[in-house]
């Protein structure tokens, strides 16, 4: 039985309802958040809170977050995932249920709160090392994909178009540069320079994407945050993607062509070890074997 957060009360999945009424329903107005959790502690999670913060501020959606740490730890515990190698929290606030008008509603909404947790999985390290491949797709989206919306019909579709053409992953190109993911960001490798679109309002800022980061840094890996032109990108020496859930994730082919010598490059297999370590999972390190 799976126990969901709802407007300040746990309950099963089955008896969360939400009116049909919703501004998240209706018109997607509203915002997410996932957190990772390994061996039951949560990941970084000042940071997801502070990026939800954000997104809500942005959105002047009014709704504080200072219960959310319990919400996270309490799903964690409910959902027995205390001791799973690795889970994540969803967290989704809305600007609430009123008659339908794109304007934001008169008078005070209360925003809609939702939140439940899951286990994921990180594959064996044999899998991981064979990685998979992408295919490269026009960005569709709007121009403040900082903000983390549920508002992500292009993404779906985007995705929807890498698992018909068989791969695991899209590139999103805008303005003729490769920027991010579906639901992940997007890192290339040259000539040993870890390389990533800067941190502007035409990405998601990952947090996955900051702790890569910081360990290349303290790694003394060379690092260049700007925008990647899409023909160069084919030629890097290395593709990976990285995110919550996604973690450190080696791309071996690229719209069919094979990216390096078609497996993890070793930048990205230096990265991934030191993920591993930064979040300190005994079990999925276990797991992996
Ligand atoms: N996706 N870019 C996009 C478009 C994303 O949706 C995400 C996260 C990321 C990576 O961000 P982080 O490292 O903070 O998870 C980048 C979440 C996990 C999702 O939609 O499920």
């Known amino acids: 039985m799976t126990t969901v957060y709802l407007n300040g009360e746990y309950m099963t999945k089955e008896e969360a309802r939400i009116s049909p009424d919703d501004r998240g329903f209706l018109l997607s107005d509203g915002v997410y958040e996932v957190t990772p959790a390994y061996d039951g502690r949560l990941f ?71 939140a439940f947790a899951k286990a994921f999985s990180r594959p ?37 178009a890498a698992a018909d053409a068989g791969v695991a992953n899209a590139v999103f190109v805008k303005d003729g540069n490769a920027i991010e993911g579906t639901h992940n960001n997007l890192f290339a490798v040259f000539d040993g320079v870890v390389t990533t679109h800067p941190a502007t309002h035409e990405i998601l800022h990952g947090i996955t994407r900051a702790v890569v980061l910081e360990l290349a840094g303290r790694m003394g890996i060379s690092v260049e945050q700007r925008a990647i032109p899409v023909e160069e990108f084919r030629t890097a020496d290395e593709i990976f993607f990285t995110g919550t859930t996604t973690e450190v994730h080696p791309t071996v082919s690229l719209d069919g062509q094979r990216v390096g010598d078609g497996t993890a490059g070793p930048v990205t297999r230096r990265l991934f070890e030191a993920f591993v370590e930064e979040v300190g999972s005994r079990r999925a390190a276990e797991a992996q074997g």
Not at 46 to 61: F, M, N, S, V
Not at 83 to 99: D, E, L
Not at 132 to 157: E, F, Y
Request: glycine share 6%; hydrophobic share 35%.
């Open 124 to 160: 064996p390290h044999e899998e991981w090392e064979l990685g998979s491949g992408a295919i490269t797709v026009p960005d569709r989206r709007w121009s403040r994909v900082d903000i983390k919306t549920i508002s992500l019909l292009p993404n779906v579709l985007a995705q929807q």
């Open 44 to 114: 970084r999670f000042p940071q997801h809170l502070e990026r939800l913060e954000r997104g809500l501020a942005t959105l002047r959606i009014h709704q504080g977050t200072g219960e959310l740490a319990d919400v996270h730890e309490r799903l964690l515990r409910e959902n027995d995932l205390e001791s799973a190698a690795c889970a994540y929290v969803y967290v989704q606030i809305t600007r609430g249920a009123a008659p339908r008008m794109h304007q934001f509603p008169e008078g005070s909404v209360t925003p809609t709160v939702y």
